[in-house]
Antibody
Framework: QVQLQESGPGLVKPSETLSLTCTVS????????WSWIRQPPGKGLEWIGY???????NYNPSLKSRVTISLETSKSQFSLKLTSLTPADTAVYYC????????????WGQGTLVTVSS | EIVLTQSPGTLSLSPGERATLSCRAS???????LGWYQQNPGQAPRLLIY???SRAIGIPDRFSGSGSGTDYTLTISRLEPEDFAVYYC?????????FGQGTKLEIK
């Protein structure tokens, strides 16, 4: 059964860059779309963006200037980079997958809490 | 961007009762692209319903979804103790994909 697992630092300083990786276990990345979604403590969910199995990204305009999502199929991983961090970026970051660009998120990772603080 | 507004913000009910959760979109959403998720504290969201009315794998039939256009509903026919959680609707037909702010279903 396919599983997703996020990894990365739990604490990042303001103005720095966040780098997170999602590892896909027991499954191929082909044919799927790979997303990042975040949830500030006690708040709702925000879609950050996706990368397709062919490597084409699509980002939320609210974050587009600061976000890069990349794919490394040889390692069964995809990654998120978010620059110029502020405390407002403090959130649980989830990776998730869908069967297409316009499809529901059928599978989620467990999430990783990232705190932006000096 | 399509804004989804869920109501009520909090719903207080007892086990065995029926729950009705609402999701209203700022513009029409094709039912093909409307989903519902359940989130328990400290856990990732779990897909319940996709395509407005199709249950995801393993979801009990006490969960049902309906609606069209701008108004969608999630109904839980008889609440079980494990159903008390936060529920989110989501549209995935038009990027940026958006979620409602959530409805917290709590035990009365």
């Amino acid at each position: 059964q396919v599983q997703l697992q996020e990894s990365g630092p739990g604490l990042v300083k303001p103005s720095e860059t966040l780098s997170l990786t999602c590892t896909v276990s027991d499954g191929s990345m082909s044919g799927f779309y790979w997303s990042w979604i975040r949830q500030p403590p006690g708040k709702g969910l925000e879609w950050i963006g996706y990368i397709s199995y062919s490597g084409s990204p699509n980002y939320n305009p609210s974050l587009k200037s600061r976000v890069t999502i990349s794919l490394e199929t040889s390692k069964s991983q995809f990654s998120l980079k978010l620059t110029s961090l502020t405390p407002a970026d403090t959130a649980v970051y989830y990776c998730a997958t869908a069967r297409g660009a316009r499809s529901y998120f059928a599978l989620w990772g467990q999430g990783t809490l990232v705190t932006v603080s000096s | 961007e399509i804004v989804l507004t869920q109501s009520p913000g909090t719903l207080s009910l007892s086990p065995g009762e029926r729950a009705t959760l609402s999701c209203r979109a700022s513009q029409s959403v094709s039912s093909t692209y409307l989903g519902w998720y359940q989130q328990n504290p400290g856990q990732a969201p779990r897909l319940l319903i996709y395509g407005a009315s199709s249950r995801a794998i393993g979801i009990p039939d006490r969960f049902s979804g309906s609606g069209s256009g701008t108004d969608y509903t999630l109904t839980i026919s008889r609440l079980e103790p494990e159903d008390f959680a936060v529920y989110y609707c989501q549209q995935y037909g038009s990027a940026p994909y958006t979620f409602g702010q959530g409805t917290k279903l709590e035990i009365k």
